[in-house]
């Protein structure tokens, strides 16, 4: 129990435990105390590395500072990247559309049936599958949905390690092409040129060389 004394005297008074036998007061101090003013933006960041980057190994060549750099710049652009409730496959703001150049019914090309594969690569499919779905990649269909476009895919085996490829081979025969899909060689040379750091991120096995 807390008692404090209300009147307008010089200093505060107050007792602790409802006695007066021992009376505190509030005193003033001649200290000065620096208070660090936090930008909402450097809040901002710390929540981003605390939330996002803080399962990330850092390489040991790179310096505190340049640590605060590239999260710096991964927070300018996370809207690039997939949000908690959003599945990997659909960020939103970055859809891809993909239009035909035929009409319904689509020609047999489009309905292609899968391709053969051995035990072991069937087994590696299975299990890339599997993480798809949890990741929101691919779902599932029912059989009694209409699937008017069907795309084969096969394993790539590299070093003992496998992805899995669809091949999209008749379906770029039968979509518009983009005039524009990305830059030049050139435009792209000459935004790195003054670039401080150059990386390559694997989204869905989680690799990330920079």
Not at 171 to 176: G, K, R
Request: hydrophobic share 35%; proline share 4%.
């Amino acid at each position: 129990m807390y008692g404090i004394d209300l009147h307008k005297n010089k200093y505060r008074y107050f007792t602790i435990g409802g006695t007066k036998s021992q009376i505190l007061a509030f005193l003033p101090s001649k200290r000065k105390i620096t208070v660090n003013y936090v930008s909402p933006v450097k809040l901002e960041l710390e929540k981003f590395k605390s939330e996002q980057t803080n399962e990330a190994e850092v390489s040991i060549y790179i310096t505190y500072v340049q640590q605060n750099e590239l999260s710096a710049l991964l927070s300018d652009h996370k809207d690039s990247f997939k949000k908690d409730k959003e599945p990997l496959g659909e960020v939103v703001g970055h859809e891809v559309y993909i239009i035909l150049n035929i009409k319904r019914l689509y020609p047999p090309l489009l309905r292609r049936h899968a391709y053969p594969e051995s035990p072991k690569s069937r087994e590696a499919l299975e299990l890339h599958i599997e993480e798809s779905l949890d990741l929101g990649v691919m779902r599932k269909i029912c059989y009694k949905d209409k699937v008017e476009i069907s795309t084969p895919v096969i394993v790539a085996w590299n070093n003992g390690k496998f992805r899995m490829v669809g091949d999209f081979s008749s379906l770029n025969t039968y979509t518009v092409e983009d005039r524009y899909p990305m830059q030049k060689i050139q435009v792209s040379s000459s935004n790195i040129s003054q670039a401080v750091y150059i990386s390559t991120l694997d989204r869905f096995r989680n690799l990330i060389t920079i």
